[in-house]
């Protein structure tokens, strides 16, 4: 037989060679860690594994019956047995999964004072195996200290060992047959119970924690180990449950945890070692104190690594004092990482097993170089001539002054030997008024002060001690350090106002968070394990129409809904184990009203009891309207789509495919709701206009909606004209395009007829103008040259007679006078009407001249001012556009005599970039330009006209009472 292993010793392989018999697999077990440590070649053959795999697992991992917790506890039985020994059966299982049987013996022996474990396996017969394991569950039941419970495949008990009498209250007699479950109430955090029926059915195995209760009904935290029990042919026929009691190991590891943690954050070092000096553990003040890091110093032995020559002897005066007195405690000189003196005030304390057997040392080490230092100066001073007494003071006070914290040294009598600066600011005394005198008798109002037997207390049991004070005269917080020592006091004061600011802040932050869930505009409900409200913020309180003491003390459920009380039982009993969650729920407010909310509730826990849960609620009252009102908007407009008589239809973008389409739809294009469903849009319109369809897309996507008119193609190819209009809309839960179509196949017809009946009866109109206006020129010419050459020639010819006549014919001579004067009205009514009718100014001056004239006539006639603006010169203008401007404006001028009652009138005539601007104001009356359609009107409606002939522009605004704007712009090239 071979063996190699770096990690084994001599001794170790002896008892694998007293172990070595023919045809058997030898191990050497860590019990500890539960790793095999050495192997003979027998178990590489036997399981398959190589050399390097086995020295990487353990009995656990090749073990296909019993599990971790049940092995360490079968070690540990071996162990602490006066036999030292124990044979189990079992299986083992080969790398490749197979198994087989074999009895293995367990023989326990300690090597460098380090527990191992022997364990020798041969092969068992099926006969021999059965015995076997009876035998070593027999074992398992008489020597490990855990609950040990098995059940059968219906979760009944079917063995219940003494210690499982002992953590649970029951007898066997009291439980074998009965329901684990209801027996023992067992809850996993955080499982659900589907998980946990696996855990007892399918999984195999599991460990974790769980909390169970006890026949008094207390429930306890306790660790568990679960497993299958399996037959022969690998048919499960039950489980066994290690069960350890957790409540008082819980309780040792937060207090190890408080204690660790003050160990890592006390500036004292704390090392602990073992019996040969090997460094366990270092903290973080040793760090700061030695300069090492605990993965440099871990494993090193402490006498080398600090350069301590008298750890043995001070090691050894420790072990030897009796009982609470096993320590030592002194000052030691040791060295830094960086080759410099440390000095430390050592306390050497033991570690000692169940058996009072020395297993290490607790070193506590405290910083005092720098006292060292000040005190070997002071022995050095004391020792130089007189004359350097006053240089090495100075010298001395220096380094203090360097130091920022206050100093102060005592003696055991209570007198200050040594004051720094800062110290005697403190105080409110200079050092050289003080060192030498006693701190009782110069400050005697001390001795009301907590300080006072908190001084004698630190030099009565010499421990260190560490206390925050107010000093009211420096205005600040104080960190106190005391180190005690036989020979006085040694107290250093720290600053740590910042430090209370910041814990100041910190309640502060704390407060406003108080503030922040009064005010949140947020429901807070917090209930206990009996529904009962024990916190309710203002919001939720005046969502429901009470006061929040009104609601502290009763059950939430009186508040909710009676359709909704179950559901919250529900989600209450979720909370109970464990599982948060979010759900809706509706409450009844004070008058009745329901109002529902969203709610988000997590469970609290107190000592691994379901204590209540605290919940945010949000008002979705509103929320809840709108998706009714939605619901119901929706339903009626799919009626209203389904039964519109107008082809209506929904597209998908970017596709274009047909989402849904009305009756109306398939009526009008002749296609099945099937053959839609296939389809796409283009294919409904013309070859030649398929293209527009992107255009389309374009206008949706920036607009979400278009109207357009466009050619539609039915089934039997018949090409109908429709006016189509399509928005944006949400559809089952997805954005389409609803889109209505109306076809105005037969209205275009009619509309084109009626834009070419207008066409010709504009023609007309224009024509008729054209008539009017030559007609009205030959007239007036005629009027002028015909008519008023013969009032012309009548005159001269009265005018003649009157000359001839004799005075004595006195009447007659009147009757001339008078035929005279109206022969003149006459030719002046002859030439206004020739005027108005046709001005002559209009083809020999201009427009601008023409309506200068008609200006002044209308002013003397109506006694209405009248400002004329104009940048038009001698330009002369079409004849359309010069008699058009002209007559619109004698039919504003005309309007405005007869109904405006204006005052005064403005009129501008511009030329501008081709355009040709007349613009007419008045101060009058004003009107509603909609009232414009009565025949009153109808000189507006023939100045409309002649703009539209000439492709201008007309613009009429007007207020009652605010007067009248006309305003026509014409373009020169029309």
């Not at 008798?441 to 009301?448: A, Y």
Request: aromatic content about 10%; some cysteine; hydrophobic content about 35%.
């Amino acid at each position: 037989m071979s063996f190699s292993n770096p990690q084994s010793s001599n001794a170790i392989l002896s008892h694998l060679q007293e172990a070595d018999d023919f045809g058997a697999i030898v191990f050497i077990l860590d019990s500890s860690l539960l790793k095999f440590i050495a192997c003979n070649d027998t178990a590489i053959e036997t399981l398959g594994y190589s050399r390097d795999e086995l020295l990487q697992i353990g009995m656990q991992d090749i073990d296909a019956i019993f599990t971790r917790e049940m092995i360490a506890a079968a070690y540990e039985s071996v162990r602490n047995s006066e036999e030292k020994q124990a044979t189990v059966p079992s299986r083992f299982r080969k790398k490749d999964g197979a198994t087989f049987g074999v009895e293995v013996y367990f023989k326990a022996f300690e090597e460098g004072g380090k527990p191992y474990i022997l364990a020798s396996a041969t092969r068992a017969s099926v006969i021999e195996k059965a015995k076997e394991e009876l035998q070593f569950h027999s074992v398992l039941f008489s020597h490990i200290t855990d609950a040990v419970v098995s059940l059968d495949n219906d979760l009944c008990i079917t063995s219940w060992n003494k210690y499982a009498v002992a953590i649970f209250g029951w007898t066997e007699h009291e439980v074998l047959g009965v329901s684990y479950r209801n027996l023992m109430q067992p809850f996993y955090p955080g499982i659900s119970e589907e998980t946990e029926r696996r855990l007892y059915h399918q999984e195999g195995e599991w460990r974790g924690n769980v909390i169970f209760s006890r026949k008094n009904g207390e429930r306890f935290l306790s660790n568990v180990s679960y497993g299958l029990l399996k037959d022969g042919d690998g048919n499960v026929n039950g489980s066994v449950a290690v069960i350890r009691d957790r409540t008082e190991e819980e309780k040792k590891e937060k207090q190890l945890l408080y204690l660790a943690e003050l160990v890592n954050k006390t500036s004292d070092a704390i090392i602990s070692i073992d019996t040969a000096f090997q460094i366990i553990s270092w903290n973080k003040g040793a760090e700061i104190i030695y300069g090492y890091t605990a993965g440099e110093a871990i494993g090193k032995d402490i006498t080398v690594l600090l350069g301590w020559e008298n750890a043995g002897i001070r090691l050894t005066e420790s072990k030897h004092r009796p009982g609470k007195e096993a320590y030592w405690q002194g000052e030691e000189k040791h060295a830094h990482k960086t080759g410099t003196e440390v000095y430390a005030l050592v306390s050497v304390s033991l570690i000692q097993d169940e058996n009072a057997t020395v297993t290490g040392y607790v070193i506590v080490g405290k910083d005092i170089s720098q006292r060292k230092q000040l005190e070997n100066k002071l022995q050095h001073l004391n020792q130089e001539l007189e004359q350097r007494v006053q240089r090495k003071a100075q010298e001395l006070t220096h380094v203090f002054e360097r130091v920022t914290d206050a100093f102060i040294a005592l003696d055991k009598a209570w007198n200050y030997t040594y004051l720094n600066k800062k110290a005697g600011e403190v105080l409110g005394r200079s050092p050289e008024q003080l060192i030498g005198k006693n701190i009782w008798t110069e400050f005697p109002e001390k001795l009301q002060e907590p300080f006072y037997r908190l001084f004698f207390d630190v030099m009565e049991v010499q421990e260190p001690r560490r206390v925050e004070a107010w000093n009211q005269f420096y205005n600040a917080w104080f960190e106190v350090l005391l180190y005690p020592s036989p020979d006085g006091l040694s107290v250093y004061l720290q600053n740590i106002t910042d430090k209370k600011r910041t814990e100041q802040s910190l309640e502060e932050g704390r407060k406003r968070y108080e503030r922040i869930m009064e005010t949140v505009q947020e429901g807070i409900w917090h209930i206990d394990e009996n529904t009962l409200t024990t916190y309710v913020n203002p919001y939720l309180a005046s969502l429901l129409g009470y006061t929040p003491e009104e609601m502290v003390g009763k059950s939430a459920l009186d508040f909710i809904s009676p359709e909704y009380r179950n559901k919250a039982l529900q989600n209450i009993e979720e909370r109970k184990k464990g599982v948060s969650g979010q759900h809706e729920l509706s409450f009844y407010n004070r008058q009745g009203q329901v109002i529902h909310t969203l709610i988000q509730s997590t469970p609290i826990y107190e000592d691994h009891q379901y204590a209540g849960s605290v919940s945010t609620l949000l008002d979705i009252t509103q929320k809840k309207k709108a998706e009714e009102e939605l619901r119901l908007s929706e339903q009626k407009y799919r009626i209203i789509f389904e039964k519109n008589p107008l082809p209506m239809f929904m597209l998908e973008y970017p596709k274009r495919n047909f989402v849904a389409v009305n009756n109306a739809f398939i009526e009008k294009f002749g296609y099945s709701k099937a053959e839609l469903k296939k389809m796409n849009m283009r294919q409904l319109r013309r070859p030649g206009e398929v293209y527009k369809s992107d255009e389309i897309a374009r206008i949706l996507a920036e607009n979400k909606q278009f109207r357009e008119r466009m050619y539609l193609r039915k089934k039997d190819g018949t090409d109908l004209l429709f006016d189509v209009q399509a928005a944006e809309v949400v559809f089952e839960g997805k954005t389409v395009y609803l889109t209505s179509t109306h076809d105005i196949t037969e209205l275009a017809k009619a509309e084109e007829a009626l834009l070419q009946t207008n066409k010709q009866l504009r023609e007309l109109t224009i024509h008729l103008q054209d008539i009017r206006e030559k007609e009205r020129k030959h007239i007036a010419r005629e009027i002028h040259d015909e008519l008023g050459q013969q009032l012309t020639a009548l005159k001269l010819e009265l005018s003649w007679i009157a000359k001839k006549m004799t005075t004595q014919q006195e009447a007659i001579v009147t009757k001339i006078k008078s035929s005279l004067d109206v022969i003149n009205g006459t030719i002046h009514t002859v030439r206004r009407l020739a005027t108005e009718l046709r001005p002559a100014m209009l083809d020999e001056l201009g427009l601008a001249e023409a309506i200068r004239w008609q200006i002044n006539e209308f002013s003397k006639r109506t006694a209405i001012e009248v400002d004329f603006d104009t940048n038009v010169d001698e330009t002369v203008f079409p004849p359309d556009i010069s008699i058009s401007f002209f007559r619109i404006l004698q039919e504003s001028l005309t309007n405005i005599a007869r109904h405006a009652e204006a005052g005064h009138v403005e009129c501008k005539l511009h030329l501008a970039d081709r355009f040709l601007l007349l613009q007419i104001c008045d101060d009058g009356k004003g009107f509603h330009p909609g009232n414009t359609g009565d025949k009153k009107s109808l000189g507006l409606l023939g100045i409309k006209e002649r703009v539209q002939m000439l492709n201008g522009e007309y613009q009429l605004s007007s207020e009652p009472m605010k007067g009248t704007k006309l305003t026509v712009n014409i373009p020169l090239n029309s």
